[in-house]
């Protein structure tokens, strides 16, 4: 069965602060890692990881995959009060010739001022 | 271009009662799925359809019914609603990649389902 875990599962960090959030996973065909971010609502995209050692940014925030390790960190630099929310991992794997995503329960983060 | 769309976004239910909640993409996916969120537990597959007329189960398809006849729609029926069903569920769509689809899910605004 397929398996992602995130830890922490709970971070509350001050304005300025640097996090790095963790997922490790156990699957069986991977094909990708991806980190979603949940606010109020819908999850929404953040990155998607294939190879290893290959760092994604956009903006404040930056993940790398170990595909060695079977992990991701997903890092955010000098965090805001809008940093807040449920961060999302999830893998990709082929299962029967079609895409199946497994994710993980989420990190929340609260950034306080 | 609305993305994907559910209704309704709040439901009461009596157990034994039966609903379908609505799903509605226009990016021309052919990857639509249905998931569950409860506390603790995280997101969980319940039905996915890789194209109009082809659905299969996912982590948790007890108690739900799929059927994909449009590339457009998607619904997901409760035949007899049971107070475990009480939960967020989310419609997503994604598109192909490499000829397969994708991992980069684009999800709906989500539907919040009581049971009593």
């Known amino acids: 069965e397929d398996k992602v875990v995130q830890s922490p599962l709970s971070l509350v960090v001050h304005e300025g602060d640097t996090v790095t959030l963790n997922c490790s996973y156990e699957v069986t065909n991977f094909r990708s890692l991806l980190w979603y971010k949940q606010e109020k609502k819908a999850p929404t995209f953040l990155f998607m990881l294939?190879?290893?050692?290959i760092e994604k940014k956009s903006g404040r925030l930056s993940s790398i995959l170990d595909k060695k390790e079977l992990s991701s960190i997903l890092n955010i630099t000098a965090t805001q009060t809008g940093d807040s929310a449920i961060y999302l991992c999830a893998v990709e794997a082929l299962e029967g010739g079609y895409q199946k995503v497994t994710f993980g329960i989420g990190t929340k983060l609260q950034v306080i001022p | 271009n609305a993305g994907v769309t559910q209704t309704p976004k709040f439901q009461v239910l009596k157990t034994g009662q039966s609903m379908t909640l609505q799903c509605a993409q226009d990016m021309n996916h052919e990857y639509m799925s249905w998931y569950r969120q409860d506390p603790g537990m995280g997101l969980r597959l319940i039905h996915y359809s890789v194209g109009a007329g082809i659905t299969d189960q996912g982590e948790v398809p007890n108690g739900y019914n799929v059927s994909r006849s449009t590339t457009e729609d998607f619904p997901l029926r409760l035949l007899s609603a049971a107070p475990s069903q009480t939960s967020v569920y989310f419609c997503?769509?994604?598109?192909?990649?490499?000829?397969?689809?994708?991992?980069?899910?684009?999800f709906g605004e989500g539907s919040r389902l009581t049971v009593l």
């Open positions: 997503a769509s994604s598109w192909d990649r490499e000829g397969m689809n994708t991992g980069e899910l684009f």
């Open positions: 294939t190879s290893s050692g």
